[in-house]
């Protein structure tokens, strides 16, 4: 079982930048690689950017690829989402998923695990 919570979310203006977390906790935060996805209204959820356990490899969706880094901190049991030049096209639900022993770390349905989601709100 693994517990996780974000945080980071709000509202900001176009171009502006936020940064999600999210905190893991009930198994060991390091055997599991972590996603971020995202719902917008009367949208289907969507991959954004993924890490593996070692934290050397990450991919990201093509739509986000060179504004948003995902990262993670085992010592802290916490990933994060670094999202920079945001565009209102990213106003969405921002969920954090982990995902033990999977190969396709882009498809939702491979995850064992999700928070709530956090509300990221972009004005134009």
Known sequence: QVH?????????QAGGSLRLS???SGRTFSNYAMGWFRQAPGKEREFVAAINRGALNTISADSVKG??????DNAKNTA?????SLKPEDT???FCAAAYSILDVTTLTKYDYWGQ????TVSS
């Open 4 to 12: 996780l919570v974000e945080s980071g979310g709000g509202l900001v």
């Open 22 to 24: 999210c905190a893991a």
């Open 67 to 72: 504004r948003f880094t995902i990262s993670r």
């Open 80 to 84: 994060y989402l670094q999202m920079n």
């Open 92 to 94: 969405a639900v921002y």
């Open 117 to 120: 989601g956090t509300q990221v």
